[in-house]
């Protein structure tokens, strides 16, 4: 996991829970209001969840992000966020990513040497989709408007400041696959850049919990344990 801000000014909600239904969203609030992410300085924002669900593993987990100007118009551009799990509070890190890291960000490109300008997020985030970090090369939110849709992690976990289009992508939303749902969830998010203030209204988690066997799948797979069972004995007789 890398830990690229120099700290954290707030957790919220350290043992709030929340009770997946299905595929449901169970959405967090950061405060009353939201909260404002620090402006430009290299100190961001944890919120640190613990969730409870009656589901032991999960096929697929999606996270929401509502983001939107605080005070005026902020700069998608600046901003960085990322996902990580424990199975406890003090257990260590076993699933980590990338969520955003400065979209649209390119060195080689002057025009996106500091990202994308839009003006927020209403969207979700998953291991598949259109690469978020490139998101105008799919769609151009309309000026003044947050960016909406569905999209796949950034994952370049690099520095903010050192963030290209040809980072590699290695902390995507991947390592969520298969993943037990229960335990501490921490978004963390930053303003890397000084100039317009992100204003973090609320976020979520989403994910497919993995079915259950029903009576068909065991009563068939009882039948294949039987057939192998004599295919193997007559083999031997």
């Known amino acids: 996991m890398a830990v690229l801000s120099a700290g954290i000014t707030a957790v919220a909600g350290g043992l709030a829970g929340g009770t997946a239904l299905g595929q449901g969203i169970v959405w967090f609030d950061p405060g009353p209001g939201g909260v404002v992410i620090p402006d430009g300085t290299g100190v961001g924002y944890a919120d640190v969840r613990t969730v409870a669900s009656p589901f032991p593993a999960a096929l697929d987990v999606k996270v929401h992000l509502q983001v939107q100007g605080s005070g005026g118009a902020m700069w998608n551009g600046d901003i960085y966020a990322t996902l990580s799990y424990q199975a406890t509070p003090t257990a260590p890190v076993t699933a980590y990513s ?31 989709g259109p690469d978020v970090h490139l998101y105008r090369t799919t769609t151009t939110p309309p000026v003044g408007a947050p960016l909406t849709g569905h999209w796949s992690a ?56 993995v079915p259950e066997p029903g009576p068909t799948a065991a009563w068939a797979g009882a039948a294949l344990g039987g057939w192998a069972w004599l295919r193997l004995r007559r083999r031997r007789s």
């Not at 890291?101 to 209403?122: K, S, V």
């Open 154 to 209: 950034d994952g370049r976990d690099v520095d903010p400041f050192d963030v290209v289009h040809a980072t590699p992508r290695t902390a995507g939303m991947e390592g969520f696959h298969g993943i037990n749902p229960n335990g501490v969830w921490t978004l963390y998010m930053e303003d890397s850049a000084s100039g317009g203030r992100a204003h973090l209204v609320r976020w979520g988690l989403e994910w497919t919990p």
């Open 98 to 128: 990338v969520l955003l890291n400065r979209p649209g960000r390119d060195d080689a490109h002057l025009d996106h040497e500091l990202g994308y300008e839009d003006n927020g997020f209403n969207i979700s985030i998953g291991a598949t």
